[in-house]
T-cell receptor
Framework: GESVGLHLPTLSVQEGDNSIINCAYS??????FIWYKQESGKGPQFIID?????DKRQGQRVTVLLNKTVKHLSLQIAATQPGDSAVYFC????????????FGQGTTLQVKP | GAVVSQHPSRVICKSGTSVKIECRSL??????MFWYRQFPKQSLMLMAT?????????EQGVEKDKFLINHASLTLSTLTVTSAHPEDSSFYIC??????????FGPGTRLLVL
């Protein structure tokens, strides 16, 4: 949904544990969703995407779940590693537009060794 | 994979001066590019859509006379922050659509206005 000027929430996990990062999106007309990872001082890096006609998609160590009923998106990271420490953003694309993305608030993931 | 570059990576300027930031798609063509601004510990806010050969489309609340966008070729979009002030200090990021609905992001430009 529309991002607001709030500080990012933080999720702290132990190395090796699984992480779940959540995102609420605002527009029921969105048809495509993406998770991005952003390290400090860098641009967003694509992790995984999912279309609105799916409810689950798996990648390497990551799974995205989409619940359109409650407009909720989650990113699951298996066996979290120190290199996973970053800020994670979900983004949505409206079906009607030509690629414009609306970013969610973001979550800082801290992995403790 | 597709690469988007930005130049400069960081810039410091005096208040009142103008700063130009370039966004290039290195191995693919982009008729559309997007410009985002990101303040510390906040999310990315879409500023405008850059359209090759036509005027940019600005998001609500973004001053088009302050943030001039030029998309002169299929691989280059520029954002010029005119008469920059300290409140314009931010991290500016561009992106370009790739295959299907993939978006490729540049590495960002850190602007500090003194």
């Amino acid at each position: 949904g529309e991002s607001v000027g709030l500080h990012l929430p933080t999720l702290s996990v132990q190395e090796g544990d699984n992480s779940i990062i959540n995102c609420a999106y605002s527009n029921s007309a969105s048809d495509y969703f993406i998770w991005y990872k952003q390290e400090s001082g860098k641009g967003p890096q694509f992790i995984i995407d999912i279309r609105s006609n799916m409810d689950k998609r798996q990648g390497q160590r990551v799974t995205v779940l989409l619940n359109k009923t409650v407009k909720h998106l989650s990113l699951q990271i298996a066996a979290t590693q120190p290199g996973d420490s970053a800020v994670y953003f979900c983004a949505e694309k409206l079906a009607s537009n030509t690629g414009k993305l609306i970013f969610g608030q973001g979550t800082t993931l801290q992995v403790k060794p | 994979g597709a690469v988007v570059s930005q130049h400069p990576s960081r810039v410091i300027c005096k208040s009142g001066t103008s700063v130009k930031i370039e966004c290039r798609s290195l191995d693919f063509q982009a008729t559309t590019m997007f410009w985002y601004r990101q303040f510390p510990k906040q999310s990315l806010m879409l500023m405008a859509t850059s359209n090759e050969g036509s005027k940019a489309t600005y998001e609500q609340g973004v001053e088009k006379d302050k943030f001039l966008i030029n998309h002169a070729s299929l691989t280059l979009s520029t954002l010029t922050v005119t008469s920059a002030h300290p409140e314009d200090s931010s991290f500016y990021i561009c992106s370009a659509p790739g295959l299907k609905e993939t978006q490729y992001f540049g590495p960002g430009t850190r602007l500090l206005v003194l």
